[in-house]
């Protein structure tokens, strides 16, 4: 099997598979790296992800990562406009495929995550943090996934939705998604609650405002 794998804005491009997967935020897409890095072999190309999650790559057989491609830096998160230019060939012919979550779930997701990785105290820097990050807007990945505002990949994949969809695709080439999955980053988060019963009234407006595009063409509830 010869499976390259990129990961700026972490992508996949399998050619033996014939897909391409583009790696959004927050939307579990390591586990998903993790998971399709172990359908690969030797001989295939795949990207840095952070020390703890190479181990967890490790454990779930996926390959050894790399940096540079022919000359190519290579690394984490990679826009389709990218991806379209390097593997224009590929791109044309094979599934591309991502994965979007309700923004709400996002900006939580994202919020946790931050204090997390710089082991911040989440009862004093919550709301700063949650602050920051809809000020950054940063939660967003259309950019990721579109090209001149338009969609360009074959599928959107829902969050909730994730695992059963990659157990279809991974059948139809000829591998499996293991019964125990990866959780990488998963941690972080404290608050399970819904998302929506987090927010403020407020909070969530502004959340629709940046994310528009999204609650539009995904139909995602208020």
Request: glycine share 8%; hydrophobic share 35%.
């Given at each position: 099997m010869s499976v390259q794998i990129w990961n700026?804005?972490?992508?996949i491009a399998s050619f033996s598979n014939n897909f391409i997967f583009l790696k959004t935020r927050k939307t579990g897409g390591t586990s998903v790296e993790i998971v399709l890095s172990s359908w690969?072999?030797?001989g295939d190309v795949c990207t840095v992800v952070s020390p703890v999650d190479e181990v967890t790559r490790a454990s779930f057989g996926g390959i050894l990562p790399v940096e540079e491609y022919k000359g190519a830096k290579v690394f984490n998160h990679m826009n389709a406009a990218h991806v379209r230019k390097i593997f224009p060939t590929l791109w044309r012919d094979a599934f591309e495929f991502t994965i979007?979550?309700?923004p709400y779930e996002k900006v939580i997701?994202?919020?946790y995550w931050r204090i997390g990785r710089r082991g911040g105290n989440v009862d004093q820097e919550y709301e700063a943090e949650?602050?920051?990050t809809l000020q950054m807007?940063?939660?967003?990945d259309r950019d990721l996934y579109s090209i001149g505002g338009k969609i360009?990949?074959?599928?959107?994949?829902?969050?909730?939705?994730?695992w059963p969809r990659l157990s279809e695709l991974g059948r139809a080439w000829g591998h499996t998604v293991p019964d125990?999955?990866?959780?990488?980053?998963?941690?972080h988060r404290k608050d399970r609650r819904a998302a929506a019963d987090i927010l403020s009234e407020r909070q969530k407006s502004r959340i629709r405002e940046i994310a528009a595009f999204e609650f539009e063409t995904f139909g995602y509830a208020a």
């Open positions: 700026y804005f972490g992508m690969c072999d030797a979007e979550r309700h997701s994202r919020v949650l602050e920051r807007g940063d939660f967003v360009v990949v074959d599928e959107v994949i829902d969050y909730p939705d994730m125990e999955k990866p959780n990488a980053k998963g941690q």
